[in-house]
């Protein structure tokens, strides 16, 4: 019996490291906790709690040695992201649109899409509700917000 406890304990430890390699919904993740509780608590109830808080500590230990051994032989290096992203990277200069003219795209509710000098371009209404087709101009530039208007 004691070997269907510890198969369920490395089903639960393979399913644990499956869902950190595969992207899902956390599928292999839930069953691979439920698995390990179920044979910690079936070990704790046949041999007693010193045995339901020894496969915990051993358990912990494994995951401990696991994550240790990723992180020496590179293979963390896929399964963690390691490219950081930073604000002004992302940030783009649009200070050079300001007073030109464009289509509005979609509907502005105040957002939507206008195309100016033939790029598309997330834009903000300062008129409020504006339907495609409309021709609006770009009225000021905040950061990387560019509002528009109404052209008159």
């Known amino acids: 019996m004691l070997w269907t406890k510890i198969v369920l304990a490395l089903a639960g430890f393979a399913l644990c490291f499956a ?4 992207p899902g919904f956390g599928i292999f993740g839930i069953a691979g906790v439920l698995c390990l509780t179920a044979s910690v608590i079936m070990v704790g ?5 010193g045995a339901f808080f020894a496969m915990t500590a051993g358990i912990i230990v494994l995951f401990a040695i696991t994550i240790f051994f990723l992180k020496k032989s590179g293979l963390s290096g ?9 604000a002004e ?33 997330d834009v903000c ?5 504006m339907e495609p ?12 917000r560019i509002e528009v208007r109404l052209k008159k």
Do not use: H, W
């Open 19 to 22: 869902e950190m390699l595969i």
């Open 45 to 49: 109830m046949e041999f007693g709690i």
């Open 78 to 86: 896929r399964v963690i992201l390691q490219d950081r992203q930073n």
């Open 89 to 121: 990277a992302l940030a783009e200069d649009f200070s050079d649109l300001e007073g030109k003219c464009g289509i509005a795209e979609t509907t502005l509710r105040p957002f939507g899409t206008a195309e100016i000098e033939g790029k598309r371009y």
């Open 125 to 129: 209404s300062i008129d409020g509700f």
């Open 133 to 144: 087709g409309q021709n609006v101009q770009v009225v000021q530039v905040k950061k990387s």
